[in-house]
């Protein structure tokens, strides 16, 4: 990256940083109890059920879908060189195999890791636990799971 594009590209990187960190709060979506409400659907017919979650999804997806829409008319990005794409845009075994335990690991505890990050500021009982256990998983999927050339070679092959 060249030097004339380091200061403002570490400037909007902390800026949403920020804004990320603090819509968390704000939206809640530290607090496992409502994560856990969200997630249970079984709770709909009893009234239990917290859709308020459901807006944080739908507000990611229309600046998504804005900020898309604004780069693909661009050829680069204003803070970078290039634009990084996604390296695997196909769904596979390993997406769908990966989200299931990413779904798991989110339903049994009702924390994402972006909050789990976020809660260090706070450092409630037990999230010691859950990152040791995060990292311990994220170590172990490297593993078993080839990255980069790697599973490119692998995915061609």
């Given at each position: ?5 380091r ?15 603090a819509?968390l709060?704000v939206?809640q ?10 997630l ?17 999804i739908?507000a990611?997806?229309g ?12 050829s680069a ?23 299931a335990?990413?779904g ?16 260090i ?37």
């Open positions: 990256m060249a030097a004339s594009l200061l403002p590209y570490l400037v909007t990187a902390a800026v949403s940083g920020a804004l990320f960190g819509g709060y939206s979506m530290v607090d496992p109890l409502k994560v856990l409400r969200f249970d659907f079984t709770a709909i017919p009893d009234g239990g059920w917290d859709p308020s979650l459901a807006f944080v739908v990611a997806i600046v998504m879908f804005i900020a898309v829409r604004i780069g693909r008319g661009r990005p204003l803070f970078d060189a290039q634009f990084h794409e996604p390296e695997f845009k196909r769904i596979d075994a390993p997406l769908v195999v990966g989200a335990l990413f798991v690991g989110w339903g049994m505890s009702g924390i994402c890791p972006g909050p789990a990050i976020s809660l500021a706070f450092w409630p009982s037990n999230l010691l636990l859950y990152l040791v256990a995060l990292f311990l998983g994220s170590w172990a999927g490297a593993l078993v799971m080839p990255s980069g050339r790697d599973r490119r070679l692998a995915v061609a092959g």
